[in-house]
């Protein structure tokens, strides 16, 4: 089992910039694809990105290719989103999530996902 803790959420004006990072504690982190999952008012969880086990493969949902990145850092037990050039509707909730998979791509859908952390709330401002 492994516990995720969000981080680095807030209030900020658009087209300013956000840096979200989860923590995990338990067990291995590398064993772990990881996503970061939004939800925003009267809207379902959508992926927005995620990231492979080793940190080669990664997945951008369209709406924020070219301004969100993605890393990880296996030595630190962290992943981490970096978010520029934000938007009014980026506004969400933003999730950390862990899928305990044998495969070695990324996984986007939310069910396949097994451990969450508690979210960090994302407001943009226009």
């Known amino acids: 089992q492994v516990q995720l803790v969000e981080s680095g959420g807030g209030l900020v004006q658009a087209g300013g910039s956000l840096r979200l990072s989860c923590a995990a504690s338990?067990?291995?982190?590398?064993?772990?694809?990881m996503g970061w999952f939004r939800q925003g008012p009267g809207n379902e969880r959508e992926i927005v990105s995620a990231?492979?086990?080793?940190?080669?493969?990664?997945y951008y949902a369209d709406s924020v290719k070219g301004r969100f990145t993605i890393s990880r850092d296996n030595a630190k037990n962290t992943v981490t989103l970096q978010m520029n050039s934000l938007k009014s509707e980026d506004t969400a909730v933003y999730y950390c999530?862990?899928?305990?998979?044998?495969?070695?791509?990324?996984?986007?859908?939310?069910?396949?996902?097994?451990?969450w952390g508690q979210g960090t709330q994302v407001t943009v401002s226009s």
């Open positions: 338990g067990r291995t982190f590398s064993r772990y694809v």
């Open positions: 990231i492979s086990k080793s940190g080669g493969v990664t």
């Open positions: 999530a862990a899928d305990d998979t044998t495969g070695w791509g990324v996984t986007t859908s939310s069910h396949d996902y097994d451990y």
